[in-house]
């Protein structure tokens, strides 16, 4: 089956520095890579999300990064904000089901 | 709005207590999930279905078994409640398998088995 690493588990910023977040897949099959945010105590919400057809997608502060090749993509969230401060997945998909990393906590510092 | 709705947020159960989460999502989902979420683990996945009556397991279907009458709700049931099982629950729904699109998730069960 499909097996997601994600790196780091922990990541801590300066406000207005970026923030990189890294995940691998396994399964070349998978073509759908979501990226969910969860605050403290609330569901885990779909950020920003990319297909296998596509290298890269923005939404405002956010991107996403797909290379195919090497089986891996990235978050990359520019000019953070105290809000930004959370846990986020990485997840792939097939189709059947979706595989999600381990999570990263983000804190971004005032 | 996709509403994917969990009957508890919190729940405190005995050890050996048979336990019923019920969640229900409203948007003519196909596919229903069941995850797991402790920290350091990400989201295992326990159960899923793509249709009623249809289950699949997932990583940990171990002590955990699940129940699909009709499209809208997925029930995941723990047949003998253990103290390993104290973790938060998330129930989660999806369109279809074809189209492959976003999971939508509940607000999470906190189970407490004593």
Redesign the interface.
Request: hydrophobic share 20%.
């Given at each position: 089956g499909e097996n997601v690493e994600?790196h780091p588990?922990t990541l801590s910023v300066q406000e207005g520095d970026s923030a990189v977040i890294k995940c691998t897949y396994s399964d070349s099959a998978s073509?759908?890579f979501?990226w969910?945010k969860q605050e403290l105590g609330?569901?885990?919400?779909?950020i920003i999300?990319i297909r296998s057809n596509v290298g890269e997608k923005k939404d405002q502060r956010i991107a996403v990064t797909l290379n195919k090749t090497a089986k891996h993509f990235s978050l990359h969230i520019t000019e953070t904000q105290p809000e930004d401060s959370a846990v986020y997945?990485c997840?792939a998909?097939?189709?059947?089901?979706?595989?999600?990393?381990?999570?990263t906590s983000l804190t971004v510092i005032p | 709005d996709v509403k994917v709705t969990q009957s508890s947020r919190y729940l405190v159960k005995r050890t050996g207590e048979k336990v019923f989460l019920e969640c229900v999502q409203d948007m003519d989902h196909e596919n229903m999930f069941w995850y797991r979420q402790d920290p350091g683990l990400g989201l295992r996945l326990i159960y899923f279905s793509y249709d009623v009556k249809m289950k699949e397991k997932g990583d940990i279907p171990e002590g955990y078994s699940v129940s699909r009458e009709k499209k809208e709700r997925f029930s995941l049931i723990l047949e003998s409640a253990s103290t390993n099982q104290t973790s938060m629950y998330l129930c989660a729904s999806s369109f279809s398998m074809t189209a492959n699109t976003e999971a939508f998730f509940g607000q999470g069960t906190r189970l407490t088995v004593v």
């Open positions: 994600q588990s073509n759908y979501p969910y609330k569901r885990p919400q779909l999300d997945f997840a998909s097939g189709g059947n089901q979706f595989y999600f990393g381990t999570g | -």
